[in-house]
């Protein structure tokens, strides 16, 4: 069955960078995109933007650009999403998805990204 | 950037029925947006309910069900239980951007 596994929990300075990974298995990780969500305490759920594992190709919102940077490892099935220049408002908890029937049929367990001043 | 707008939140009593919905600044929400709905619990990852506005997935209980109604995506959930009491997110799509909604807080009291 399709899984998608988080890495561990973060603690980051202000300022600094955090990289949230996401390896998956179950399905041909080059078919379909990979997603990236957050939740942010008292904001809900937000589009990160969505990577093709197949090309590489990434998209964002316009909010986010220049600040995520999502890369691939197709060895390993696995999807990287790298957020810099972090504040205390990007303190949340990070998600990756994918799906077959639609794009975010499957979610990854979330891992929290805690960002201290 | 497009803003996807819900009710902030809702009351259901057990066993009965309640309507979410979800409509856009840009105009109707139609099938083309591929409308989609999501429970999320505290302390749990989202989970898809309803795809591409009215597909269920395997997981979604039968009281569930998804439609376009009056230019807004909705959600309707007959025979409240009390394990539906949780955020319900619905997501637009935009020729491959997505937004979210703010989210419905949903109560089964």
């Known amino acids: 069955q399709v899984q998608l596994v988080q890495s561990g929990a973060e603690v980051k300075k202000a300022g600094a960078s955090v990289r949230v990974s996401c390896q998956t298995s179950?399905?041909?990780?080059?078919?379909?995109?990979i997603h990236w969500v957050r939740h942010v305490p008292g904001q809900g759920l937000q589009w990160l933007g969505r990577?093709?594992?197949?090309?590489?190709?990434?998209e964002s919102p316009q909010r986010f650009q220049g600040r995520v940077t999502m890369t691939r490892d197709t060895s390993l099935n696995t999807a990287y999403m790298d957020l810099d220049r972090l504040s205390s408002d990007d303190t949340g908890v990070y998600y990756c998805?994918?799906?077959?029937?639609?794009?975010?049929?499957?979610w990854g367990q979330g891992t929290l990204v805690t960002v201290s001043s | 950037q497009a803003v996807v707008t819900q009710e902030p939140s809702l009351t259901v009593s057990p066993g009965g029925t309640v309507t979410l919905t979800c409509g856009s600044n840009?105009?109707?929400?139609?099938?083309?947006?591929?409308p989609l709905w999501l429970q999320q619990k505290p302390g749990q990852a989202p989970r898809t309910f309803i795809s591409?506005?009215?597909i269920k997935h395997s997981w979604t209980p039968a009281r569930f069900s998804g439609s376009l109604l009056g230019g807004k995506a909705a959600l309707t959930l007959s025979g409240a239980q009390p394990e539906d009491e949780a955020e319900y997110y619905c997501?637009?799509?935009?020729?491959?951007?997505?937004?979210f909604g703010g989210g419905t807080k949903l109560t089964v009291l």
């Open positions: 998805a994918t799906g077959t029937a639609s794009p975010f049929d499957f």
């Open positions: 840009t105009g109707p929400v139609t099938s083309g947006h591929s």
């Open positions: 591409n506005t009215n």
């Open positions: 997501l637009v799509s935009y020729s491959g951007a997505h937004v």
């Open positions: 179950g399905y041909s990780f080059t078919t379909f995109y």
């Open positions: 990577i093709n594992p197949y090309s590489g190709g990434a």
